[in-house]
């Protein structure tokens, strides 16, 4: 059989472990974008990134926040200053030592370069960083942030000599401390990555893995069924049944913290009625919508956030009740139903999603007609608008997916004051003076406790205030060999291969 | 004495042909200098060799293609250098019999709007006037009413020239190019149709330039004949005195080449010795002293200027002539 | 003829120019917003005014395009936008693997499709005509994808002969080629077959036949060669396109083309790659509609074209 | 003397919408060993049909052969398969088309037209083909054979075209060479040419020829005997001098009479009136009774057999009855 | 002119029948076997476009969660989609969109690019030239950028879609026509024309034109599948049909994610556009056959 990845390697070295002469290829659904970690926003990409680079922080497999290259940190209760006391032993890829002054040279690369994505998260805040000494440093903030410290996850640190090296030479061909050393990378094919041996870690690993984007969802599945990847991820729920069948194939579902909604621009009638957005809410069939669109898999979306994320509480949810609705509906003064339009973009998902809404509206006399648009066009609609007045947006079929530990990035963008398009992504143009006031102040504190009063708050409000169809929480489904051992993965999607085994 | 209808002034074109794939260009001088003028009806004859220039003749005059030098005037105009869309009063004048009558008629039109179609262009008859019109011009070529519905490659060769000949009939033009009408009919009709074209002439007052091969032909319907030889008319005049008394030796072989159809007069030909040089690389001096029986050293060098052969009217290129 | 193809390389120049201004106005002008679509959803306007300004957006577009020029002539294709990358880099790993697909879709198009059309055409209305009908209508009205996925499950899952994907080794190219060829070849077999039946009338078969040259002599020979016109019109054309990838076909064999990066691009506006791959497509279908116009006077000798 | 090629009782048949219309109506005429035939006849009288028959070339369209024998040396062609017919053609008889424009493949260059059946009959190899193929250019009158090799069809007047053809028949030293009309497109010093040629060959190598024109003036010069045909039909076969000097049919007299004679001080040339009858619709008796100047009323009733004479003549026509001729049943 | 009344007279009977080119061509149609039957099916197609909706047993908007993706069965002929709504009666009520999308995307295209292709091809020249070239910018446009500039300028909607495939039509239209212009125009019967005075328009076509048909018809009959698929991919971007409407193209391409567990939902409109095609085709070939004189009495 030709291009099955997966043969013995016989050149290597033998260190009497047979398994770690295995190779690896791991299918994901797209193409990768940049090995610069400073500035990724794809999740393919980091997942890639994450086998060969490190951060100060990591998460675990639920997601929670990890010392990682750092041994441990602590963080002052103005949550201004952040002391990390860092791994000793540690060696980069070219066989720089990791220290302190690395650490420095990769966050002030961040902090000066506005062009980098981490910039504006929160580097852009750092006021100062002091190294304490070899294996200590202090990073100080002009004001506090409640997404920093995911931040100092993402921000994986890269040997001093590459960055010297400079931006391009990043983007291409990254050198930091992870389990894995960077091969090479075909662009548009794969992406393969090589053991380090002198990683800090313990354990035993695969001695290659390539990472293949491969887009088309029954090829990624034909490729687990040859063999000719031993992992893939995403797997389509469409193919879950016949794929639990097959004895050489396990498939894992991973609860995640995708969101899936349709944001109701509560500025425009009839939508400013509170009542008119909780009919629709109730017109919708959560797990009709789960069994349709997702193929079963999930949950409801039964907060304002997943229920993997930081500082979640669960609310009582908009259940199905047509007559409710309609009551709704007629108190509102839209007896007859009303017609509006929902915007999404011309993924097959989307699509499948705003027909359900569609069919789901129809109940209570809401005649929804369905505008999907390519996304760069439909990202002018959105963003282009410069005040709330001039947007006709009305509703929006879209998903938001923040990390576990970033409870600021799952709701500041989206229910904040100040985030209205194009300052962020509120395209409910939701605006509630005391929500805004919570988030402000629970940015201010390091305190977890009084974090989860806050949100505890936010949640309740905003869900009854109903800016969104509350839709569900994504389930997303991996398929791996029977043979693979060690690889995880997380629930923002991204694949650990620290411990990356095959049997 | 009647007025020219077509008069030809220094004729000239000449073709670039590439030379291979690569090569550079060459020229080929297909008509090189020739001049003769037609009487209102009165019919001139071009004869000679395949190749020597007469169909590009009959293209030149018809602006099918445009000349590099020269002068052509039809009825008192002067054509020679006009644009393709002032052409049109001309072409209603001039029409065109083509060598090859199965080419020139379009594969998927019906007989009866092949021969309509210069109706079409040039009058505005309705559709019914038009067939009309074109039964009767069936009728006078000699084929029938039943043919008009049929596409040309249902007919023999014969009958396709006589498709073509009531094309150019149907308008009544004043000028009438016939490349070589009648080369493809058998004699019965060649002869039903030299007459016709003999009876339209006195009854139109008509005008040919008849290019042809046939030296029988060629006598029994012209008034005046060219001899064409490798681009240029080596000897012209009118019919009586040409086959009476040809001077050019190019004539000569010619006129003794006709086939008579009769068994008993079978006799020796002159056969032309050498072949006809190419047009590409034209011999120097006079163009036929190659396969000339009678050259001499001054035809290698000088070109023969045209002198009058004795009688009114007769023109010869040639050393030979005083 | 040198000098033909010397005029018509040299005509590329002020062609490309104005094809250059089309292409820019056109990808700057479409609606979408590259630096938004860099930045990510829930970028605040600030971050997006910054990225805009990094990338030269702030600028008026016809100093971009100045500048864009500028690189152009020192042979500086940009930088994408999206990855930030140089775009000689990232055409440099998709280039050959495209032109590789290209050929061998071609080649066994063009010659199942003339086959398929010859015996179509020679078999009129016989059974062998009637397959040939089913065979093409079926390589063009049924999708790519769906083409593409039954092959990857006969020939990889089932029978493991070829790989599911990727660009490695001649095997690979298989099956994504005989995917993308199957259109081509339905269209190459029915115009070889309209073609051919007329060409079958003409005179100068008869003249061949006359001379006792066989069928299997008189039909490619004399045939189908003046019966390849509209045939190798149709061939070109879908040679161009095949240049420029095929999405359908590089999306399920995960074949890394020029195709899906130009959608990609355009999906993010990624301006330098688009501007880019779009040029270089517009010079792919100048020199091989050159190449065509070279093979009709090739294939007819009486169409020669004035210099 | 032997004869190569006996035709008997012709019929060919095209179908047209679903109707079949028979153009020859049951052909009979020989051949000899080194003899020269002529096969007259008005435009539309299927002298072409005639010669295609021979060569049973009527694939691609809806002509057959419906009876009749064609002995070739003494073999029936009508029942030859393709295979066989083949081998015949090209080599053994040779033919010569009535259009040169389209006869001659317009993207090929002559000379690989040539070629083709020098290679295929005479095994010749490249060079030596090649050189066989330029002396039979130069034979046929040809300038500049060698460059002509590699010219297209287009590039060459009518007339050359016409000799390109001649030659391609003539190159493989076929037995019998059919001529539609070989000479209607050149020019009277090549038609000199060619017919010197084509008695050269014909004499040196024993070459019948079977010419088709209406040139009357080639058929004197050329032919041995001359076979009339009209609609379809042989309407009177005789030696040339004495078809000339004697014509029988009055057919066969309009002919030699519409013929522009040089010298000739006539303002109309005689001609026959009317013109030949369309097959599908052919009328009983003689066929040519309607143009008929001594048409009788048995001449539209009944067909008149074939009359033999003296001197190997035969004739149909009533005016012969009571004359000397058998009838031939 | 006495020749004339030499014609034969028995001739003249059989000619007083009336010559009607419809009536020659319905006659010559009937004769094409194969094809009529063919015609009858477009025909048939017609018919259902007009009054598929009608007919169809199902509502073929109505969603049933309790049958998604159901295989064929006795209520459902054709099986359920993935909301569990009937696919054959999406199918009749599709054949509407499907058919006059890519019918009339088709002729548009053909119309323009055939017009360009002769002009081109038969003037040559710096009109070729700019023709030609500028088709060749077309060709290397992918469509989805057009699509998306189309969107943008005219908004989204059907009559658009139509706007959208007609032009990436054209340019291989043009060439197509512009390859077998510059073969016809060299033949001698356009050499006649122009020597008759024929106009340019004239020529193009009465005498051209025809020439070209033969490729013309293959290569509509083969465009009218790819138009159907075209079509739906551009729904895909926002230009199409909302994507409820059930289009058979965007049946064929949604249904992609099932091919491997329910093919059905693909292969129902997949046999659907097949018999288009192929009946189409075939009502191509029969057309080409009858409108050449020299096989039209086979
Ligand atoms: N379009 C053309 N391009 C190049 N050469 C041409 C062209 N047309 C004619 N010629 C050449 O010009 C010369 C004269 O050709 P023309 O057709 O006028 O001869 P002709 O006298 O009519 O001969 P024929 O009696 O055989 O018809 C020939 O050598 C021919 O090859
Ligand atoms: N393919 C065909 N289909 C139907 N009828 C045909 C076909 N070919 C020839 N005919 C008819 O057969 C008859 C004889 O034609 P043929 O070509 O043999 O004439 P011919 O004697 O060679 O005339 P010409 O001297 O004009 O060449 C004509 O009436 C013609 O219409
Ligand atoms: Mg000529
Ligand atoms: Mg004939």
Redesign the pocket.
């Known amino acids: 059989v030709v291009g099955c990845s997966s043969k013995e390697s016989s050149v290597e070295k033998k260190d009497g472990n047979k398994t770690s002469n295995k190779e690896m290829v791991i299918a994901v659904n797209e193409n990768f974008i940049s090995m610069d970690p400073h500035n990724t926003g794809d999740t393919n990409s980091n997942s890639v990134q994450s086998a060969m680079l490190e951060g100060l922080l990591g998460f675990d497999a639920d997601g929670k926040i990890t010392p990682k290259l750092a041994e441990s940190y602590t963080v002052s209760e103005n949550a201004l200053e952040y002391n990390f006391k860092l791994r000793k032993g540690v060696k980069f890829h070219d066989g720089v030592d990791f220290n302190a002054k690395a650490v420095k040279v990769n966050f002030e690369r961040i902090m000066k370069d506005n062009s980098l994505r981490l910039n504006s998260r929160g580097f852009n805040l750092i006021t100062k960083i002091d190294i304490i000494n070899d294996y200590e440093i202090k990073v100080t903030l002009k004001e506090p942030y409640a997404g920093m410290l995911t931040r100092f996850v993402s921000a994986k640190i890269l040997s001093p000599k590459l960055l010297a090296e400079g931006k391009e030479k990043i983007a291409k061909d990254p050198v930091g401390t992870g389990p894995f050393k960077f091969v090479e990378w075909i662009q548009g094919d794969h992406l393969t990555v090589e053991r380090f041996d002198g990683y800090w870690g313990k354990g035993e690993r695969v001695k290659k893995i390539t990472y293949k984007p491969v887009p088309e969802n029954g090829s990624r599945v034909a490729m687990l069924k040859t063999g000719e990847a031993q992992v893939i991820y995403p797997l389509p729920s469409q193919n879950i049944k016949e794929l639990e069948n097959n004895n050489a194939i396990k498939v894992e579902k991973i609860p995640s913290t995708i969101a899936q909604y349709v944001s109701i621009n509560t500025m425009k009638k009839p939508f400013n009625d509170p009542r008119v957005r909780q009919a629709l809410n109730y017109a919708v069939d959560k797990d009709a919508f789960i069994s349709v669109v997702n193929s079963g898999l999930g949950l409801p979306l039964d907060s304002i956030i997943p229920n993997k994320t930081l500082h979640y509480v669960k609310q009582k949810e908009y259940k199905q009740n047509i007559e409710k609705a309609k009551q709704l509906l007629k108190e509102a003064g839209y007896d007859n139903g009303f017609k509006t339009e929902i915007w999404g973009n011309t993924n097959s998902d989307t699509m499948k999603g705003m027909q359900f809404i569609q069919q789901q509206l129809k109940a209570i006399g809401v005649d929804l007609k369905i505008k999907s648009m390519e996304e760069g066009t439909l990202s002018d609609e959105i963003y282009g608008a410069q005040k709330p007045e001039d947007t006709k947006l009305q509703m929006w079929y879209v998903s938001w997916s923040a990390y576990p530990s970033d409870t600021t990035n799952a709701t500041k963008p989206l229910f904040y004051g100040g985030s209205f398009p194009p300052n962020g992504a509120n395209t409910a143009y939701y605006k509630n003076d005391q929500v805004d006031k919570w988030m402000e102040e629970v940015n201010k504190t390091a305190d977890p406790t009084k974090q989860d009063e806050i949100y505890r708050d936010i949640q309740s409000t905003i869900y009854k205030d109903a800016p969104w169809i509350f839709l569900g929480v994504d389930e997303i489904l991996a398929g791996k060999r029977t043979n693979v051992d060690g690889v995880v993965i997380t629930p923002d999607g991204g694949i650990d291969v620290t411990d990356a085994n095959m049997k | 004495m009647s007025n020219t209808l077509l008069k030809v002034t220094g004729l000239k074109k000449s073709f670039s042909i590439p030379d291979g794939m690569f090569g550079k260009k060459k020229t080929l001088k297909a008509v090189h200098d020739v001049s003769f003028m037609i009487p209102e009806g009165k019919t001139f004859s071009l004869v000679g060799e395949s190749g020597c220039g007469k169909s590009t003749t009959g293209r030149l005059i018809s602006r099918l293609i445009a000349p590099s030098q020269g002068e052509i005037w039809i009825d008192g105009e002067e054509i020679s250098q006009r644009k393709e869309s002032q052409l049109k009063i001309m072409r209603k004048k001039v029409q065109m019999i083509f060598q090859d009558p199965y080419a020139s008629l379009n594969p998927r039109m019906k007989v009866r709007d092949i021969v309509a179609e210069p109706l079409a262009i040039h009058t505005n008859l309705s559709k019914a006037q038009r067939y009309k019109r074109v039964s009767e011009i069936l009728e006078v070529v000699g084929l029938s009413e039943y043919h008009a519905n049929r596409y040309s ?7 396709r020239q006589r498709i073509g000949i009531a094309r150019a009939l149907i308008m009544k033009p004043k000028l009438i190019i016939a490349d070589e009408p009648v080369s ?1 009919l ?1 004699v019965s009709i060649q002869a039903q149709i030299l007459n016709l074209l003999k009876d339209l002439q006195s009854e139109f007052n008509l005008t040919y330039l008849f290019i042809s091969h046939d030296l029988s032909v060629v006598e029994h319907i012209s008034d005046h004949i060219g001899v064409m030889y490798l681009g240029t008319i080596v000897e012209s005049g009118p019919k009586e005195i040409l086959f009476s008394n040809p001077q050019h030796p190019y004539t000569k072989a010619l006129l003794s080449s006709i086939p008579i159809p009769d068994p008993r007069l079978r006799r020796e030909r002159i056969i032309l010795q050498g072949d006809l040089p190419s047009p590409v690389n034209p011999p120097t001096g006079c163009r036929f002293h190659t396969r000339c029986p009678v050259a001499m050293d001054i035809c290698k060098v000088t070109e023969p200027s045209v002198k009058k052969g004795g009688t009114a009217d007769h023109f010869v290129a040639c050393h030979l002539v005083e | 003829m040198i000098q033909y193809i010397l005029k018509r390389i040299l005509e590329m120049i002020p062609i490309l120019f104005i094809v250059s201004i089309l292409i820019f106005l056109f990808t700057h002008l479409i609606p979408g917003d590259p630096a938004r679509l860099v930045a990510g959803k829930d970028a605040t306007l600030d971050e997006v005014d910054v990225i805009r300004a990094q990338l030269g957006l702030n600028q008026p577009i016809w100093e971009q395009y100045l500048t864009y020029m500028n690189h152009l002539f020192h042979g500086n294709l940009g930088t994408s936008l999206k990855t930030k990358l140089p775009v000689t880099d990232m055409f440099g790993d998709r280039f050959m693997p495209s032109i590789y697909l290209t050929l061998a879709s071609m080649v066994w198009a063009l010659e199942v499709g003339l086959l398929i059309g010859t015996l179509s055409a020679v078999f009129k209305n016989k059974w062998q005509d009637y397959l040939g009908m089913v065979t093409a209508v079926s390589g063009i009205s049924l999708p790519g994808f769906w083409l593409g996925l039954i092959l990857i499950q006969i020939f990889s899952v089932q029978l493991g002969w070829f790989p599911t994907g990727g660009a490695e080794g001649w095997k690979s190219y298989v099956l994504p080629s005989l995917t993308l060829g199957a259109g081509i070849m339905s269209m190459l077999a029915r115009f070889t077959r309209s073609s051919l039946l007329e060409t079958l009338k003409a005179d100068f078969i008869r003249t061949g036949r006359a001379k006792g040259l066989k069928e299997s002599v008189v039909i490619p020979k004399h045939a189908l060669r003046n019966s390849l016109i509209p045939v190798v019109t149709i061939a070109g054309l879908q040679f161009g396109f095949l240049l420029g990838g095929s999405v359908v076909v590089e999306t399920v064999f995960s074949f890394p083309g020029m195709g899906r990066l130009l959608i990609d691009s355009i999906a993010f506006r990624d301006y330098p790659v688009i501007q880019a791959e779009l040029l270089l497509f517009s010079v792919e279908f100048i020199v091989v509609n050159l190449i065509i116009d070279l093979l009709y006077s090739f294939l007819n000798p009486k169409i020669r074209y004035a210099v | 003397m032997e004869k190569l090629l006996q035709v008997d009782n012709l019929e060919t048949v ?1 179908t ?1 919408d679903k109707q079949k ?1 028979k ?1 020859l109506h049951g052909v009979n005429f020989h051949i000899n060993k080194g003899e020269v035939i002529g096969l007259v ?10 010669s295609l028959s021979i060569m049973k070339l009527f694939k691609g ?3 057959e052969i419906t009876s009749g024998r064609i002995q070739f040396n003494n073999e029936d062609l009508a029942n030859k398969s393709e295979d066989e017919m083949r081998k015949i053609r090209g080599k053994q008889i040779a033919m010569i088309f ?1 259009e040169p424009m389209t006869s001659l493949n317009p993207v090929m260059k002559i000379g690989e037209q040539l070629l083709e059946p020098i290679r295929l009959h005479l095994g010749l190899k490249e060079k030596k083909a090649r050189e066989h193929a330029v002396s039979i250019l130069k034979k046929v009158g040809i300038p500049r054979a060698e460059e002509i090799m590699s010219e297209f069809p287009h590039q060459l007047s009518g007339g050359m075209r016409q000799r390109i053809m001649i030659a391609m028949a003539i190159s493989c030293h076929p037995q019998l060479l059919i001529a ?2 070989p000479t209607t497109a050149l020019d009277v010093t090549i038609q000199a040419q060619i017919l010197d040629l084509m008695k050269q060959l014909q004499q040196k190598e024993k070459m019948s020829v079977l010419l ?1 024109t ?1 040139d009357l003036g080639v058929v004197a010069e050329m032919c041995d005997r001359v076979v009339v ?1 009209y609609a ?1 039909k042989v309407v009177e076969e005789a030696d040339v001098f004495d078809l000339f000097e004697s014509p029988k049919h009055p057919y066969t007299k309009g002919l030699i009479g519409s013929v522009p004679k040089l010298g000739q001080k006539k303002d109309k040339l005689d001609s026959i009136k009317g013109n ?1 009858p ?2 599908s619709n052919l009328q009983k008796g003689c066929k040519f009774a309607p143009r008929c100047n001594d048409a009788m009323s048995i001449c539209i009733k009944e067909e008149p057999p074939e009359m033999n004479f003296e001197n190997g003549r035969s004739c149909s026509c009533w005016l012969y009855k009571e004359e000397r001729g058998r009838i031939r049943v | 002119m006495e020749l004339s009344k030499a014609v034969n007279q028995n001739n003249t009977v059989i000619t007083e029948k009336k010559y009607s080119p419809l009536q020659d061509f319905w006659k010559n149609w009937k004769r094409q076997k194969t094809a009529f039957w063919a015609s009858l099916f477009i025909l048939l197609l017609i018919i259902i476009a007009v009054i598929g909706p009608y007919i169809a047993p199902h509502d073929p908007y109505k969603p049933d969660y309790n049958a998604l993706l159901k295989g064929p069965s006795k209520d459902h002929i054709a099986g359920t989609d993935e909301y569990g709504r009937d696919i054959f009666s999406r199918l009749l009520a599709g054949a509407r969109i499907s058919l006059s999308v890519s019918f009339l995307s088709v002729s548009i295209g053909a119309i323009i690019g055939t017009i360009l292709g002769l002009v081109s091809g038969y003037f040559g020249g710096w009109l070729d030239r700019l023709i030609m070239r500028a088709s060749d910018v077309m060709f290397a446009f992918p469509d989805i950028l057009l699509a998306i500039a189309i969107v943008a300028i005219l908004g989204p909607g059907l009559t658009n879609v139509v706007i959208a495939v007609s032009i990436f039509g054209v340019p291989s239209f043009a060439r197509l026509v512009r390859g077998s212009t510059l073969e016809a125009k060299e033949t001698l019967f356009v050499e006649a024309a122009k020597s008759m005075g024929a106009s340019h328009i004239r020529i193009m076509f009465q005498h051209i034109l025809p020439e070209t048909l033969g490729s013309l018809i293959v290569f509509v009959s083969m465009r009218i599948g790819t138009a159907i698929l075209a079509a739906s991919s551009l729904s895909f971007l926002g230009l199409g049909a909302s994507p409820e409407t059930p289009d058979w193209g965007a049946m064929l391409s949604l249904g992609r994610d099932y091919l491997g567990t329910s093919p059905h939902v693909v292969i129902m409109p997949g046999i659907a556009i097949f018999l288009t095609v192929l009946a189409f085709n075939v009502v191509g070939d029969g057309l080409r056959d009858v409108l050449d004189p020299k096989t039209k009495n086979e």
């Open positions: 490659h249902e007919f023999s060769g014969g009958q493809a058998d | 095209f047209k219309i153009i006849g008005e435009s539309g009288s299927g002298k072409s049909i005639t369209t809806s002509g009535q539609d009309e088709i209406h045909l379809g030949v369309d097959p």
